[in-house]
Structure formats: structure tokens, C-alpha cells
């Protein structure tokens, strides 16, 4: 079974300043990788996905993340956090299954 | 176009009391799911359903039914409610796809007392 690591609970960033979420992940096949934003009192929405060929993924609201096969990580990152990407951020994997599994989320605080 | 629409929004329940969460999607997917959301376990999948009339289990089952009656809904029954059961609860679908990411309700916040 697949799994998911998000090492750092909680990130805080100051607005500008550029933000890069770690994400590892435990599978043996090529995985399905997703990010995921979360604002409070609200459901999940897709930030951006990978499941082959180029490892350099673009996503919505200028995120963009990278798979590392090599170091099982698939991790998130920002060049310039906005006030409003304070939120919490699950990374997820998938396979040639039904099962998806998140991590335990990273949450975001950006201060002025 | 409504997505996932997920009733109700807030729920509080007393210990052995029984309740349905229902969902609903209109956009024709297979697949949907539901998750339990805890603080600091992320999102653990309680029940799948890749068809009407096809369930199964995830990862922390116990206490929950399903049933897929028909593609747009899958509602999940709580028979006798627990205290462990207090938590957010998020109704996801996604076209059949292995690749294909989750659309997720808003959540239903469940406390059982």
C-alpha cells in the first residue's frame, strides 16, 4: 500500500517570500501524485497533478511542483506567496487502484 | 453545475444515535468515496464505491455503511454513533480514471457528545 509523508506541520512565510512544501511518498510503481490546498471551512481543491512524463508540473494560482523518483518526493513550491495562500496543503498518491492517500497536511501562515 | 454537494453542513449527535450523510454529484462520475478529516491525520478513507451497486472499504471502516443505489449518490450511515466519531467528513468523486483528481464537498462537521 501507498503512502504519504508531509515532514513539516506548520510553515510560516512572509507575503513575497518564496515557500516550497516537502512531500514524500512510499510506492513501488510509478505513483499519481497530487497537491491539494485546503482554506478554512472549505473542501479540497486541486492544485496540480502528476502521472507521467514531464516532472516539472504547473499548477493553478502559480504553484508548481517537482517529482523526484529518485528521492520518492514530489514536493510543492511558490516563488511569491500571496496573503491569500494561507491555507493548509495535503499532498497525495494513488495507484492502479481505488485508494487514494493523504498526508497529514502542512499548514500555511503568511505573514505582512 | 453543482459539483458534490455534500447535507449537512453541521451535524451534533448524542452517543448510539444513528444518522445518514448524504452526497451527491451531478457530474455522471464512477468513483466516489468518503474521508474522515482529523487534525494532524490528514484525510483516511472511510468507504468506496466505483459503480452503483459496488462498495467497498477503506481504511478505517468500522462504524460506517455505505450503499450505491444509483451513480449520483452515496450516502454513509453511522448506526451507533461513538465520541471517535466526531470529525469532518468530505464526499469526493472522480471519473473512473486511476489518474483523475478527487472533487470534494465542502464536509459535513459531525460531534458526537
Known amino acids: 500500500a501507498q503512502s504519504v509523508t508531509q515532514p513539516d506541520i506548520h510553515i510560516t512565510v512572509s507575503e513575497g517570500a518564496s515557500l516550497e512544501l516537502r512531500c514524500n511518498y512510499s510506492y513501488g510503481a510509478t505513483p499519481y501524485l497530487f497537491w491539494y490546498v485546503q482554506s478554512p471551512g472549505q473542501g479540497l481543491q486541486l492544485l496540480l497533478k502528476y502521472f507521467s512524463g514531464d516532472t516539472l508540473v504547473q499548477g493553478i494560482k502559480g504553484f508548481e511542483a517537482e517529482f523526484k523518483r529518485s528521492q520518492s518526493s514530489f514536493n510543492l513550491r511558490k516563488p511569491s506567496v500571496h496573503w491569500s495562500d494561507a491555507a493548509e496543503y495535503f499532498c497525495?498518491?494513488?495507484?492502479?487502484?481505488?485508494?487514494?492517500?493523504f498526508g497529514a497536511g502542512t499548514t500555511v501562515t503568511v505573514r505582512a | 453545475n453543482a459539483g458534490v454537494t455534500q447535507t449537512p453542513k453541521f451535524q451534533v449527535l448524542k452517543t448510539g444515535q444513528s444518522m445518514t450523510l448524504q452526497c451527491a454529484q451531478d457530474?455522471?462520475?464512477?468513483?466516489m468515496s468518503w474521508y474522515r478529516q482529523d487534525p494532524g491525520m490528514g484525510l483516511r478513507l472511510i468507504h468506496y464505491s466505483v459503480g452503483a451497486g459496488i462498495t467497498d472499504q477503506g481504511e478505517v471502516p468500522n462504524g460506517y455503511n455505505v450503499s450505491r443505489s444509483t451513480t449520483e449518490d452515496f450516502p454513509l450511515r453511522l448506526l451507533s454513533a461513538a465520541p471517535s466519531q466526531t470529525s469532518v467528513y468530505f464526499c469526493?468523486?472522480?471519473?473512473?480514471?486511476?489518474?483523475?483528481?478527487?472533487?470534494f464537498g465542502n464536509g459535513t462537521r459531525l460531534t458526537v457528545t
Open positions: 497525495a498518491v494513488g495507484s492502479n487502484d481505488y485508494k487514494l492517500s
Open positions: 457530474m455522471n462520475h464512477e468513483y
Open positions: 469526493a468523486s472522480r471519473p473512473g480514471a486511476y489518474n483523475s483528481p478527487l472533487h
